[in-house]
Each structure stands twice: as structure tokens, then as C-alpha cells.
């Protein structure tokens, strides 16, 4: 029994705060970012409920009900698919030692450096009837037609469910290998002492233990599929983000394109309430003081040949066969390097992956520098709106953007006519501008979580001491803070940039007049079946997005195993 118990009375703990540096700032600045994502969301909303599509009756009964089903089974066999691949690689490089299990480690990440729609072009070129699986087929059994042997069409929702897992299950591996190597072993060991099988061990306490790490990664990888139109497109699946894009350019119905807009977007909510609230579940679990533990079990003989292959199987799909196909058609197309149009488009990705980057890591440093110096629960709020953009498929959300650029490019060249003769055009809508606001309300959360990350790591007493010793805010933030903080926003814009570089669905529709980039420079290529032509283009997109997965692994091996224990 405890006499001093009732006499420790908790003392608020005191909270540092700079008098007379209000939030007002900051608030406006983030209130400024948030306005930005909302604005295209409202935009939707008002064209949605204007009135009714003119092709609504159609869309409903013929379009919509095969749309929303193709859809939410594409959604079920890639959460499936690539959630099960994610977990069980997680768990054998987490868990278990075997040959070349710090190789696959980070290998098995690289599959994020390819765009899902230059995946499904190479899937299409490596499984079609003259591609090297079928030919040797055809030489090993003697086979001469196509009728002579029965063959999967990877143009078919089982093959797109195949390809975007493919491509999607790192989310799921990186979420869930942290917690395996921060909480899981520790649990595992206690339960194998306890005389448990490792199927017990995993299936009745590592699964639960990580079900909040997986649901995060599932929606993540899911919210990916959502956004993507090119993939689908090629291989002949019409899911609702297709619709949208069909029901705009094809039928020339906005409203009736808002309108399905709209139902996505119910849905990417959906899962982005399901992605907060397994995250809060995630804090629960994980605890700052779990370290990662040392010493796995270690596999031999088939046990550990196995092992590796079920990790092999996965980088050689979703890294190995992309490369492979587009290494072997760029070699044979090295004379496009002196093609003019190739090097425009490449200057036009530079300028607007870099610009959206910029624009990126200043709005996101702003802010999180704003919540550590103010500590403001309405900053954080409105930094939380900010997020949402990332939620919105880019087909979604060039609606939503061209809407209300194109009204202000219109009454500014109306009333610059009316009162100086002028036209200004299409000052914002028909320029790059709105691929790179696009870009920008999409990835801003990604840069903003980089920055955050980086802040979380700095202690606060830097600030209090750069202060005691007489340093005004400003000074502290150039002369302690911003060269601290140099690795995560070189982070934070290599993240926005290489994921601007592979965007699609919104540069296809925002894009001016005779404007490619990369991406829609293989789209153009791949779209009158000529993807071999695009090659070269499409192998420079994924050598772009090695570096930052590169980079991205390596913190995370850092932080998951210090010392590089295996």
C-alpha cells in the first residue's frame, strides 16, 4: 500500500508553445491546401446534382451494374491475392533465416517501381500466343495452333487480378513485415516455447497480431487498382473508373461521368475509414519501446528451398518479367534515343513531376512545421482534409479539376476581351498547370507523411534550446532544423515525383493539345498496338522509380533491423 499515492497529483505536462507566433498563419496556409482538394471534390458534387444525365437510364441498367460488379470482383481477387502473397512473404523474411533472405528483403519491394499499366502490357506480350511462354509450349509438346492446347487469356478479370497483385502486393508486404519483426517474433517465440506448431503460431497469433498492418496495406494496394485505367483498359476489363473515363470522351456526358464519380468516391471513403481506423487499431499494438528482436529460425533442406522460392516467385512476376520484356524490345529499338518526341516527353515529365514534387514538399514542410510549432488541433485538422486527395482516383479527380479551371480561363478571357480586345485562352485549363494541381491534391499526403515522418524524429528540444540560446523561429528552422530535416524532404519529392512520372489516368485527360509525357507517351504507343514502339519510354519510367523504392527500402531495413541482423 502506497501513503503517497493520493498526494501525486498529475501535473499537466507543460507544453511548449511560442508566445506571440499565433497559428494564424498556418492556419490559412493549410486551410489554402485544403481548400485545393476540396475544391475539386465540391466541383463534383455541384455537376453531380445539377440535374440528371441525359444517358442515366442507359448507364444504369446497362453500364453500371456490370461496371460495379466487375469492379468490386477485381477489388475481392486482388485483395485476396495480393494480401496473401504480402503476408506470407512478410512473414518468411521476418520469421526465418534461409539463403538469400536479406536479398529478398528489398527485392521484394522493387515490383513498386513498375506502373501497373506497363505491367499489363508486358504480361500481355510475355503470355500472348508469339510470346516466349507460349512458344515453348508449343516446341516442348509439339503443339502447332492454338486449338491444339488449351492457354489462360491474361485479357480477362482473372488476369487482371493477377497482373495488378503483381505489382500491388509490396503494400501489404511492407505493412505487415514491421509488424512481424516489431511484435510479432517476440509473441511467436513465447507461443513456440509454449509447444505451439508454427501453422498455430502463425494462423492464431501472428495473423490477428498483424490483421490492422494487412487491412492498411490491402486498402492502400486497392485504392491503386481503383485509380487505374490503363491496365484495365488493355485487358478488357470495364470497372467504374473505365466507366467514368468512357462516359466522358465517348458518350460526351459530365454529368453522367460525375455521377459515377461520385459512387466511386463513396467507396474509396469506404476504404479510407477502414485504412484510419485499422491504423488506429496498428498504435494500439505497436508500442515505442518494442524493439526488433535478433536471431530467426533458421531453415534447411526443402523447408528452406521452398522458402526462397515463394519469395523468388513474386520479384521474378512483378519486377523480372516487366524488365525483361521491356529490356529486350528497347535493345531492339536504341534508335529512338534521336527521336525528338521521345526527349520532349521526357522534358515534360522532368517539368511536371518536378514542379508537382516542389510545390509538394513546401506545402507539406509548411504544415507539419506548423502543427510542431503551434501544436494546433485545428491545423492538424485541416492537414487531415489535405490527405484527403490522395483517396481520389485521378480519372475522379481531373473531372473535378477541369471543371472549375475551365470557369476561370473563361471569365478571365471574357472579361479581358470585353475591356482590353484580348483572349487569353485557356490560361490554367490548357496548360500543364492542371496536371501539376492534379498531381499535387493527389500525392500530397505522401509528401506530408515523408516530412511528418522526418519531424517525428527530431526532438522537440532542439527547438527549445535553439530558442534559449536566442534564436528566433525563423532562424531555428534555417539554421537547425531544415539541414535535419534535408533526407526526408529529398524523400518526400522523390516520392511525389516518380509517382507524378508513372500517373496516367489524370494526365490522359488533363493533358493540353500535342502534350505527352512518358506515361502517355506508352499509352499512345500501346493504344494503336504498337507497345514495342513505347518501350524504351516505358523501361525510363521504371528505371525512375527504382531510386526512391531503393531509398524507401533502405530506411525501412534500417528501422526494422539496426545492425543489419539476419
Not at 480561363?409 to 490548357?430: M, P
Request: net charge positive.
Amino acid at each position: 500500500m502506497s501513503v503517497s499515492a493520493p498526494l501525486l497529483t498529475p501535473v499537466p505536462r507543460p507544453r511548449f508553445r511560442f508566445r506571440g507566433q499565433p497559428d494564424r498563419g498556418y492556419l490559412f496556409g493549410a486551410g489554402l491546401v485544403a481548400l485545393t482538394v476540396i475544391l475539386p471534390i465540391a466541383a463534383l458534387a455541384v455537376i453531380a446534382l445539377s440535374g440528371r444525365s441525359t444517358n442515366w437510364a442507359h448507364l444504369a441498367q446497362t453500364i453500371l451494374p456490370e461496371a460495379s460488379q466487375v469492379t468490386l470482383l477485381l477489388m475481392l481477387g486482388i485483395a485476396v491475392v495480393a494480401g496473401t502473397t504480402g503476408v506470407v512473404t512478410a512473414w518468411l523474411v521476418a520469421t526465418f533465416q534461409f539463403p538469400f533472405r536479406r536479398t529478398f528483403a528489398w527485392a521484394l519491394v522493387l515490383p513498386l517501381a513498375v506502373p501497373t499499366y506497363i505491367a499489363a502490357y508486358c504480361f500481355v506480350e510475355f503470355l500472348h500466343f508469339t510470346g516466349p511462354v507460349q512458344g515453348a509450349i508449343r516446341a516442348l509438346f509439339g503443339f502447332e495452333t492454338r486449338r491444339d492446347y488449351w492457354f489462360p487469356d491474361v485479357r480477362s478479370l482473372g488476369g487482371a487480378v493477377f497482373v495488378l497483385s503483381s505489382v500491388l502486393y509490396p503494400y501489404v508486404f511492407l505493412t505487415a513485415r514491421m509488424v512481424f519483426v516489431m511484435q510479432g517474433r517476440k509473441a511467436g517465440d513465447v507461443a513456440r516455447t509454449l509447444g505451439a506448431s508454427r501453422a498455430a503460431v502463425f494462423f492464431k497469433i501472428l495473423l490477428p497480431m498483424a490483421r490492422p498492418a494487412i487491412a492498411v496495406g490491402i486498402a492502400l494496394a486497392l485504392m491503386e487498382a481503383i485509380n487505374d485505367i490503363g491496365a484495365v483498359e488493355f485487358l478488357g476489363v470495364r470497372t467504374l473508373t473505365f466507366a467514368v473515363y468512357s462516359t466522358w470522351l465517348n458518350r460526351g456526358d459530365l454529368q453522367g461521368a460525375t455521377q459515377i464519380a461520385l459512387m466511386m468516391l463513396g467507396v474509396i471513403v469506404l476504404l479510407v475509414l477502414v485504412e484510419r481506423l485499422a491504423r488506429r487499431q496498428q498504435r494500439f499494438n505497436i508500442h515505442r519501446g518494442d524493439r526488433p528482436q535478433v536471431g530467426r529460425e533458421s531453415l534447411a533442406g526443402w523447408k528452406a528451398i521452398a522458402a526462397a522460392l515463394v519469395c523468388l516467385l513474386p520479384i521474378v512476376a512483378g519486377f523480372g518479367i516487366p524488365l525483361y520484356i521491356l529490356g529486350d524490345y528497347a535493345l531492339s529499338r536504341l534508335y529512338q534515343l534521336g527521336d525528338p518526341q521521345l526527349w520532349r516527353a521526357l522534358r515534360n515529365t522532368v517539368m511536371i513531376a518536378g514542379s508537382a514534387g516542389l510545390m509538394t514538399v513546401v506545402a507539406g514542410f509548411f504544415m507539419a512545421y506548423g502543427i510542431r510549432l503551434t501544436r494546433s488541433h485545428r491545423l492538424a485538422s485541416l492537414v487531415r482534409v489535405g490527405a484527403l486527395g490522395y483517396a481520389v482516383p485521378g480519372t475522379v479527380l481531373a473531372i473535378g479539376i477541369l471543371i472549375p479551371l475551365a470557369a476561370f480561363d473563361n471569365f478571365v478571357d471574357a472579361r479581358l476581351r470585353e475591356w482590353f480586345g484580348i483572349s487569353t485562352g485557356l490560361l490554367l485549363s490548357g496548360s500543364g498547370f492542371a496536371i501539376v494541381y492534379a498531381c499535387f491534391v493527389r500525392f500530397m499526403a505522401m509528401g506530408h507523411g515523408a516530412i511528418e515522418s522526418g519531424f517525428s524524429k527530431l526532438s522537440p528540444h532542439l527547438d527549445m534550446a535553439a530558442r534559449t540560446l536566442g534564436r528566433s523561429p525563423g532562424a531555428t528552422l534555417r539554421q537547425v532544423l531544415l539541414p535535419l530535416m534535408r533526407p526526408a524532404l529529398l524523400t518526400a519529392f522523390l516520392l511525389v515525383f516518380v509517382d507524378t512520372a508513372k500517373e496516367l489516368s489524370a494526365t490522359i485527360l488533363l493533358r493540353p493539345f500535342n502534350f505527352d509525357t512518358l506515361a502517355t507517351f506508352v499509352y499512345a504507343q500501346t493504344s494503336r498496338a504498337a507497345f514495342e514502339d513505347g518501350a524504351v519510354a516505358a523501361l525510363m519510367i521504371v528505371l525512375v522509380g527504382i531510386l526512391p523504392v531503393m531509398l524507401l527500402t533502405r530506411s525501412i531495413l534500417a528501422e526494422a533491423e539496426p545492425g543489419g541482423s539476419s
